[in-house]
């Protein structure tokens, strides 16, 4: 009997490590310490341009992307943009804000990715519902493709007027020293390589421009992007400050670790916010 009650004992003393609890998310800030939701919020709140860098089939980064937008609608008047709409696709974008067509008519005249109806479609919804502009940023790809193939912006100076309006105004500044441009390269294999840093540059010019273009005084723009795109403040950031240095940006990045409980090295400083997921979390597409 006594040896039953010191196995009961015991059994209350010690916690095995499954019953630990698993966060499926920390948020840290630059510098890697343990950062809330709320001090996220408290700072977009302040912002005049949010850069949310999601990595595209996370759910987390989706749906807190998707909760600071609401919350948002609270305080901020909003202006939303995404690198998941291309420029040429605004006329479509907007018709459906307006009611003008329905999901299925967007789908038919928009290139939507292959994850729109699970990723995007709750905030584009949502813009609906309260009358908030979404802005289509990114280029058109066939555009960004022809840098690809030629390795040159001078090919961009075939196009006509109005598909040059779809894209950043010519001549581009492009800086191959910019550390995020220079990993590039340094990607395994043929896939880093001169021509995809410039049609990487190429993108981020081309959202910079039409985040610039839309951007209101008084109001909060909340554009989102691959964590690529705006991390360690490179990217589309280089090109914001390029033309306006004024501007008060708040950047969030998304990554994934083995362990979320303490930031690696290496993800330090990405951005001002970074989310850190469980690496084993279920993917979207």
Avoid at 33 to 60: C, M, Q, T, V
Avoid at 152 to 157: A, I, P, R, S, T
Avoid at 192 to 214: C, S, W, Y
Wanted: hydrophobic share 40%.
């Amino acid at each position: 009997m006594l040896n039953l009650v010191v196995l009961l004992i015991l059994s209350c003393l010690v916690t095995p490590a499954y019953g630990k609890g698993k966060p499926a998310y920390e948020i840290f800030d630059a510098g890697g310490d343990k950062a809330s939701y709320r001090k996220l919020y408290k700072k977009a709140k302040k912002a005049d341009i949010i850069l949310f860098g999601e990595l595209h089939n996370n759910p987390i980064a989706h749906w807190l992307r998707l909760e600071l937008t609401k919350d948002l609608l609270n305080t901020n008047n909003l202006i939303l943009g995404g690198e998941m709409f291309e420029a040429d696709n605004q006329q479509a974008l907007d018709k459906y804000l307006d009611g003008s067509i329905n999901a299925i008519g967007l789908d038919s005249l928009a290139r939507l990715w292959t994850n729109h109806k699970t990723d995007y479609t709750p905030i584009v919804k949502l813009a609906r519902e309260y009358n908030i502009p979404i802005f289509a940023t990114n280029i058109p790809r066939r555009f960004a493709r022809m840098v690809y193939r030629q390795g040159d912006f001078g090919v961009l100076e075939r196009l006509n007027d109005e598909e040059k309006a779809w894209i950043a105004p010519l001549p581009i500044r492009f800086d191959p020293e910019l550390p995020q441009y220079k990993k590039i390269l340094s990607m395994t294999g043929d896939h880093g390589t001169p021509e995809l840093v410039r049609a990487q540059a190429l993108k981020d010019a081309t959202m910079a421009h039409f985040i610039l273009l839309n951007y209101r005084p008084g109001h909060t723009f909340l554009h989102l992007n691959g964590s690529y795109h705006s991390d360690f403040y490179e990217g589309i950031v280089f090109y914001l400050r390029e033309r306006n240095d004024t501007l008060r940006i708040l950047t969030v990045s998304t990554v994934e670790q083995e362990n979320v409980r303490r930031l690696e090295e290496g993800n330090r400083g990405r951005a001002d916010f970074i989310i850190c997921v469980d690496e084993d979390m279920t993917k979207t597409h």
